[in-house]
């Protein structure tokens, strides 16, 4: 009656990141064909407050790596967010899936119910149960984050469709 | 070490099924406030081929409908995707909540692995555990229709944050 921790965070984020990666080969080579600089879609945003396509990816790639660290009880690795290029954004969610495929089911167990702080120390510090983090704050964070990305993406004129957005399922 | 799927499905569609409401409502005032034709909002899209906002709202609750259903065992109730107003998008999205509410955590025990077929004798026809139909394909969609809900509004000046994507966690 019941699924585990890792299963419902793990294969998600490698799922979702892997459609990402190629959503983003796709956006490359369009650039190409269509004599597009890729800044142009690089540093493309839905409103001038958002983030433009860059940062979207680095965050999806920052929750993928936070949210999976902080259920398993490790340290959460940091990325400087220097990536400029196409090539460099796919390289960093190589450097994720590698990340990812390092952690074993079983350092997840017991995650449900680890304590996990976010913002500690700071007035919008958040104190969540393993289970309550991943499901309530994580995932729809990370999905918030790829979805945005391909809607960015969509909006100046890539023809890619939700099949790639879902990656293989 | 493990989580249920009543707790990993309902809580999340309503989480963000409420968040989604309040953004709709916010953007029923804007309407108000600016003059713009809630028409214009409703039938707003990020690129020709995509859905405008109304039709993102429906899908949104058809996967917060569909996914429980089936998870439970339970017949997919149907809705007419009439809704045109603000005020019809947010009764679909009271009923869907409604919907939710109905179910008890115990018609989910043993529904990870329930076999879940979709588009069953298309050849789109696809086969998964629950778990796997949750997983993988029920939420991605549904966050994906939230997301873009989100992102229709934010294109469109609604000045709405992060916070009220994530309803109430």
Do not use: W
Request: hydrophobic letters at 40%; glycine letters at 8%.
């Amino acid at each position: 009656m019941t699924i585990s921790m890792y299963a419902a965070s793990i294969p998600v984020f490698k799922q979702m990141l892997g459609g990402l990666n190629d959503i983003l080969g796709k956006a490359h080579s369009y650039c190409a064909e269509k004599k597009v600089e890729p800044q142009i879609l690089l540093s493309a945003r839905l409103f001038p407050d958002m983030f433009p396509l860059s940062r979207q990816v680095q965050i999806a790639c920052d929750f993928a790596r936070g949210v999976s660290a902080r259920l398993a009880g490790i340290d959460v690795p940091m990325n400087d967010d220097k990536e400029e290029t196409f090539e460099e954004l796919q390289a960093l969610i190589a450097k994720t899936l590698t990340f990812l495929d390092g952690f074993a089911p079983a350092q997840f167990d017991g995650s449900e119910d680890r304590q996990i702080i976010t913002r500690a120390g700071t007035p919008k510090e958040k104190r969540f149960s393993g289970q309550n983090y991943l499901l309530t704050y994580g995932l729809p964070q990370f999905f918030f984050h790829v979805t945005t990305t391909y809607g960015i993406l969509r909006h100046n004129g890539l023809e890619v469709g939700k099949r790639d957005y879902m990656g293989n399922y």
